[in-house]
């Protein structure tokens, strides 16, 4: 089920570039900001945020047309909502962050970290490429990953009305045990991402990557980020992939994997993905 944020957790609707970026907010000491990737919202990461509010200020924005974000036309290149995150930032006065990141939000966690990267003090980056860095010609390939270029002017009206069918081949096909993902988590997701101009969004997250991958390559030329980075990926998806990825974009890589698990670790094992991350970000400098 999905599971509430700890009491005294706030909103903040934080105006950026052409959108309004919905937040959680809470807790006390040194900030870390959590995003999170398609099929899910902001909302999975609150096992993450009750393990760390009583020593960590956690900052949980939807995407840029996610979740309770708001819908914009454009800006669904990650480095235009690389710069979302660095303005909910401004907006608390949070300086420096670590930063946790799934899905989608490991591109968007990579554009913000390339461009601001003293901003960026630990990252964990969990089971997703980053579009052309790597094996990304490869992992295009991949008949799991249809979905990266599903595109159209039909798209839209094929899924409308049928956002449950869709989000649960995900769920169904990218997990080691589907019955992990229970019914309410689905119906929780499903009804935001039926929300006017949700799945339009989602379609544009994707129809991105062809400029993600240029950008990326662009950004990977001035050098590797030099923060250290935990790269976790489920046993039954990206594996020690996830690390060979970073590697590419980052200097200081740790590499984990999580057993029993497909892409949604969060929902799949909390418990151990909760405490391979608190270990990484509680360690000492």
Same mark, same amino acid.
Do not use: C
């Given at each position: 089920?999905?599971?509430?944020?700890?009491?005294?957790?706030?909103?903040?609707?934080?105006?950026?570039?052409?959108?309004?970026?919905?937040?959680?907010?809470?807790?006390?000491?040194?900030?870390?900001?959590?995003?999170?990737?398609?099929?899910?919202?902001?909302?999975?990461?609150? $096992?993450?945020?009750?393990? =760390? /509010?009583?020593? *960590?200020?956690?900052?949980?924005? +939807?995407?840029?047309?996610?979740? #309770? !974000?708001?819908?914009?036309?454009?800006?669904?290149?990650?480095?235009?909502?690389?710069?979302?995150?660095?303005?909910?930032?401004?907006?608390?006065?949070?300086?420096?962050?670590?930063?946790?990141?799934?899905?989608?939000?490991?591109?968007?966690?990579?554009?913000?970290?390339?461009?601001?990267?003293?901003?960026?003090?630990?990252?964990?980056?969990?089971?997703?490429?980053?579009?052309?860095?790597?094996?990304?010609?490869?992992?295009?390939?991949?008949?799991?990953?249809?979905?990266?270029?599903?595109?159209? $002017?039909?798209?839209?009206? =094929? /899924?409308?009305? *049928?956002?449950?069918?869709?989000? +649960?081949?995900?769920?169904?096909? #990218? !997990?080691?045990?589907?019955?992990?993902?229970?019914?309410?988590?689905?119906?929780?997701?499903?009804?935001?991402?039926?929300?006017?101009?949700?799945?339009?969004?989602?379609?544009?997250?994707?129809?991105?990557?062809?400029?993600?991958?240029?950008?990326?390559?662009?950004?990977?030329?001035?050098?590797?980020?030099?923060?250290?980075?935990?790269?976790?990926?489920?046993?039954?998806?990206?594996?020690?992939?996830?690390?060979?990825?970073?590697?590419?974009?980052?200097?200081?890589?740790?590499?984990?994997?999580?057993?029993?698990?497909?892409?949604?670790?969060?929902?799949?094992?909390?418990?151990?993905?909760?405490?391979?991350?608190?270990?990484?970000?509680?360690?000492?400098?």
């Amino acid at each position: 089920m999905v599971q509430p944020f700890p009491p005294g957790m706030r909103v903040e609707d934080v105006e950026t570039d052409g959108a309004t970026i919905h937040a959680r907010v809470g807790g006390q000491g040194p900030a870390v900001v959590m995003l999170h990737g398609f099929g899910d919202t902001g909302d999975m990461w609150a $096992p993450l945020a009750r393990a =760390l /509010v009583a020593d *960590r200020t956690v900052v949980v924005p +939807d995407l840029r047309g996610m979740g #309770l !974000s708001s819908h914009p036309d454009r800006g669904y290149d990650k480095k235009t909502q690389g710069h979302d995150v660095a303005r909910v930032l401004d907006r608390l006065k949070i300086e420096i962050a670590d930063l946790v990141t799934h899905d989608i939000g490991n591109m968007v966690g990579y554009a913000f970290a390339a461009q601001f990267p003293a901003r960026v003090t630990r990252w964990v980056v969990m089971d997703a490429p980053l579009p052309g860095i790597g094996p990304w010609d490869e992992i295009l390939k991949s008949p799991a990953l249809w979905h990266f270029n599903f595109r159209g $002017p039909d798209v839209e009206r =094929l /899924v409308q009305g *049928r956002e449950r069918i869709y989000l +649960d081949r995900f769920w169904n096909e #990218l !997990s080691a045990k589907p019955k992990s993902i229970d019914e309410e988590t689905r119906r929780h997701y499903a009804e935001l991402y039926a929300r006017p101009g949700a799945m339009h969004a989602a379609f544009e997250q994707f129809a991105a990557f062809s400029q993600d991958a240029v950008d990326n390559k662009a950004l990977a030329a001035k050098g590797k980020l030099a923060m250290p980075v935990l790269a976790i990926g489920a046993d039954k998806s990206f594996a020690t992939t996830q690390a060979d990825v970073l590697g590419f974009v980052a200097s200081k890589v740790t590499a984990q994997v999580i057993a029993n698990s497909g892409h949604w670790l969060m929902e799949e094992q909390p418990a151990a993905t909760v405490a391979a991350i608190t270990a990484f970000l509680l360690q000492s400098s």
